[in-house]
């Protein structure tokens, strides 16, 4: 089928929005016609070329919500009609990291994922007979998307698209972060550093994990007061001092969980020492630059600080995703604050500059 999708041809250029070829699913695939899809960092990164593993010609994209279309042979777990929202990180439900509860991580789909290809080797995209490669499997900045069944995420119905996207990404890595990777416990203290998408989404999983003191570290007076909207009892101007400040407000020990939600290395070790000596727990979200490194003085975990990674919150996709618009429906999470610019896809280059200037958390690409 043609269809108009936004194409990375060369690095550092503008997508270019453009009729591709769509062939249709094969085995275990599913057609999913898109309603909404936010722009994210990540999609930058890749357009600009610092990427070391970007490729073109690619249609970006992952933050993708829509109804399915048709499904391929083999797909047991969706029917036409189906409202889901994409997932750059699968869920097979098979693989050594599925059945294991402590990891999302799954390995069924990794390597040709990271290639630019569906799990068979080869892509649905293309152009003139030229092939055009899928990105992180997802390739939602277009009117539809062929995607394996085991990275779609079937979800209630009711849920509005153009929110329902924002938890294909960001949103969900911050919630899933407090909720899955640090697994909050009730009445803790927690202190989060940044607050755009996936800060803002700690916050609200750390209230929802029932802390008693969520914190949150940005540099933006607006978004300190959107974190207090989600939760935060108490906001910080970043600084230098910010740890002597946090050390200052939790009785000279630091708080039990710590987030890192900026990719900035500095940032990460601030969320290190922030993190109290005994049993704190420090969460990075954030992507760093490539070759940057952590710098942390190994006494701050020989005294009991401990320090994780968290890759899309933990959240196993099919599985979590659902429960979590599930309690966006039932009232636990505002989700509308996130939602800051509405685009057609003829207008996602503008997103990217709304995103430089730190122009609202999320603009949502709306199709027809
Ligand atoms: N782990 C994952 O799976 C995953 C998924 C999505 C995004 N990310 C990463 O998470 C990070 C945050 O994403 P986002 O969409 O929320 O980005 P964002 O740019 O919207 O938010 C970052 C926030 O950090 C704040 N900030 C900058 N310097 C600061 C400082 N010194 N102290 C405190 N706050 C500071 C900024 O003001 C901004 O509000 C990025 O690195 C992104 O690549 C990771
Ligand atoms: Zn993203
Ligand atoms: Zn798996």
């Not at 269809?3 to 591709?20: H, N, T």
């Not at 610092?50 to 042979?73: I, K, N, Q, T």
């Not at 119905?157 to 938890?167: G, M, N, S, V, W």
């Not at 407000?249 to 708080?255: D, E, I, K, L, P």
Request: charged share 20%; glycine share 12%; with cysteine.
């Amino acid at each position: 089928m043609k269809m108009r999708a936004a194409v990375l041809e060369e690095f550092g250029q503008p997508l270019v929005v453009q009729e591709v070829d769509l062939a249709e699913p094969r085995s275990g695939e599913v057609l999913v016609r898109l309603e909404a899809c936010g722009v994210c960092h990540t999609d930058l990164y890749t357009a600009s070329g610092a990427d070391p593993s970007g490729y073109a010609p690619a249609v970006l994209g992952h933050e993708g919500a829509g109804v399915v279309e048709s499904v391929g042979p083999d797909v047991t777990s969706l029917s036409p009609g189906d409202h889901v929202v994409t997932l750059f990180s699968p869920q097979c439900r098979e693989c050594v990291h599925c059945v294991d509860e402590r990891t999302n991580l799954c390995m069924a789909i990794r390597a040709e994922q990271g290639l630019g290809h569906l799990p068979d080797g080869t892509t649905r995209l293309s152009r003139d007979g030229e092939e055009i490669r899928h990105f992180m499997g997802t390739s939602t900045f277009a009117e539809y998307t062929v995607m394996p069944e085991i990275a779609l995420a079937k979800i209630n119905p009711e849920a509005p698209l153009d929110r329902a996207c924002l938890f294909a990404c960001g949103l969900s890595t911050g919630l899933g972060a407090a909720m899955y990777t640090a697994n909050v416990e009730p009445g803790s203290t927690c202190v989060v550093f940044g607050a755009g998408m996936v800060g803002l989404g700690a916050v609200a999983g750390c209230r929802l994990q029932e802390a008693e003191r969520i914190v949150c570290v940005d540099l933006s007076d607006d978004r300190l007061e959107m974190a207090r909207a989600q939760g935060a009892t108490d906001v910080i101007k970043a600084s230098g001092d910010t740890v002597e400040q946090i050390l200052e407000m939790t009785g000279g020990f630091g708080a039990d969980y710590t987030f890192e939600a900026t990719g900035l290395v500095k940032v990460m070790e601030q969320a290190v020492e922030s993190a109290r000596m005994g049993w704190g727990l420090c969460t990075i979200a954030g992507v760093a630059g490539k070759g940057e490194t952590l710098d942390v003085i190994p006494r701050w975990l020989i005294t009991g600080r401990r320090i994780a990674g968290s890759s899309f919150g933990g959240v196993k996709g099919r599985d979590q995703v659902p429960e979590l618009i599930d309690r966006y429906m039932n009232g636990e999470i505002d989700v509308d604050p996130f939602l800051s610019h509405q685009l057609t896809l003829d207008e996602v280059n503008k997103g990217f500059d709304l995103m430089e200037a730190h122009d609202g958390i999320r603009s949502v690409i709306k199709f027809n």
